[in-house]
């Protein structure tokens, strides 16, 4: 006999393997491959380093706050529902999740858009493509991927794995031939402190860490799929670890494999960075093999994102807080096909409208204040008000990795350019007019008091 399942409701098909597999997946798209180059430009040296051991230190304090929110509150949508449940789903509640989708509506389409961009532009080892041709390249794979996610989750776990598989091996593949290639004197050029204390190396650390920290983002993705997890308590919080401290390593091991083949004043410069380290190694055929492996998993990753961003709209549609449409379920396959299908439209027709450029600044800084540092102040209002609530997993600690985590993320907002942050700053005061607006118009809080008036 079938499982019953209550209409518009998710299937709990997720295991461990396929939700960490989702996240690696996730972190490892194209960014590493982009941004490499620009943090040894930041950092000046093999410091670059420390930018990628600062992303990880990051990414696990925070991930602490996800892992503990996460597996006391396993439903669709992520942070949409973490907002509204910590910050009383009757006002504040209302507002900070409002502001999340709001500000999703635009930043998750521009995440799709710039990996697919950023897809089409590597994809120019192999075949050197005009502007019309880029854009229809990374026009297609939004829609290639759209097709692939348009089935039941467990079927959509089964692909990631082989995603994943992909993704493994091709860094394994790098990792194995820088160290049996590896030049130290080149890779450190006498001291990989040196000049460490300047305060120009702290203030490139800033802008360096905004570009590593961009390319661990995704360790949270299993919270978006929080409905679709079998045992979250217990899967939720792992996953999130064993993925960043997977992907740590391998990031780390990646940059000194490169540092250790090409000098770093060259490798700054490079835009097909991994495609020439395996170039120099093995020769042009084998670089055209890594390219090909880099488009996977580029691909992989952008599969991952949609499938995650995908669950919000249809969360919030859910609770009434989106249009309704959103939170309709494929009656045989059981996943929200409406709330994919806006998302591979308006991440298609941005692909084709935006350059790659500033859309890593231009993202972080859309998220930072409502999303990051709005949980972690939400999780230690939440632990004060709701002491006897049920926690399957708890933070370490507490509070400090969430206090270190508003601290970090604060800090990485500061390094951000000016011209982001008050872009940022612009979308949060534009969501909050619009909330008013709306939520007059419904007399919902703060106006809930019209009602009784009334």
Not at 430 to 447: D, S, T, V
């Amino acid at each position: 006999m079938s499982e019953l399942r209550a209409p518009n409701s998710l299937e709990r098909a997720l295991g461990l393997k396929e939700a960490t597999a989702l996240n690696m997946i996730d972190m490892v798209g194209i960014g590493p491959f982009i941004v490499m180059p620009l943090v040894m430009k930041a950092m000046n040296g093999p410091q670059c380093i420390f930018a990628w051991v600062a992303g990880a230190l990051l990414a696990m304090i925070d991930g602490a706050v996800w892992a503990e929110l996460g597996a006391a509150m396993p439903e669709a949508g992520g942070s949409y529902a973490f907002l509204r449940r910590i910050y009383d789903p009757g006002s504040w509640g209302k507002l900070l999740s409002f502001l999340f989708i709001w500000q999703t509506l635009i930043q998750a389409p521009l995440v799709v858009a710039s990996g697919a961009i950023g897809f089409s532009q590597y994809a120019g080892f192999l075949l050197p493509l005009n502007p019309i041709g880029q854009k229809a390249l990374s026009g297609g794979v939004v829609i290639i991927l759209t097709f692939l996610l348009y089935r039941s989750i467990s079927s959509v776990g089964k692909i990631s794995l082989l995603l994943w598989v992909g993704v493994i091996g091709t860094i394994v593949w790098i990792i194995v031939g820088g160290a049996t290639h590896f030049n130290a004197e080149m890779a450190f050029g006498g001291s990989l402190l040196k000049g460490s204390t300047s305060w120009i190396l702290f203030a490139g650390l800033g802008q360096a860490t905004v570009k590593t920290v961009y390319s661990y983002l995704g360790y949270y993705n299993v919270c978006h799929l929080g409905s679709e997890i079998k045992d979250p308590g217990r899967i939720i919080p792992k996953s999130i670890f064993i993925s960043i401290i997977g992907i740590a390593l391998l990031y780390i091991a990646m940059q000194l494999s490169v540092l250790g083949v090409i000098p770093w004043q060259e490798a700054q410069y490079s835009s097909f960075i991994f495609s020439t380290f395996v170039e120099r190694l093995y020769g042009h055929s084998a670089a055209n093999v890594a390219t090909i492996m880099i488009l996977w998993i580029a691909f992989s990753s952008l599969f991952a994102v949609m499938l995650g961003y995908s669950r919000i709209p249809y969360a919030a549609a859910k609770d009434g807080a989106f249009f309704s449409a959103f939170a309709k379920v494929h009656p045989t396959k059981h996943f929200p096909h409406v709330s994919l299908l806006a998302l591979a439209a308006t991440g298609f027709c941005f692909s084709l409208l935006f350059k790659l450029g500033d859309v890593i600044s231009a993202i972080l800084a859309m998220r930072i204040l409502v999303q990051f540092i709005g949980q972690a102040v939400g999780l230690i209002i939440w632990r004060s008000r709701n002491p006897a609530a049920s926690r399957p997993f708890k933070m370490w600690l507490f509070p400090l990795p969430a206090i270190l985590a508003i601290l970090a993320w604060l800090w990485l907002f500061w390094s951000i350019d000016w011209q982001f942050e008050v872009a940022g700053i612009a979308m949060i005061v534009l969501g909050i007019i619009l909330y008013m607006f709306r939520a007059r118009a419904r007399k919902e809080w703060p106006f809930a008091y019209l009602v009784s008036t009334a």
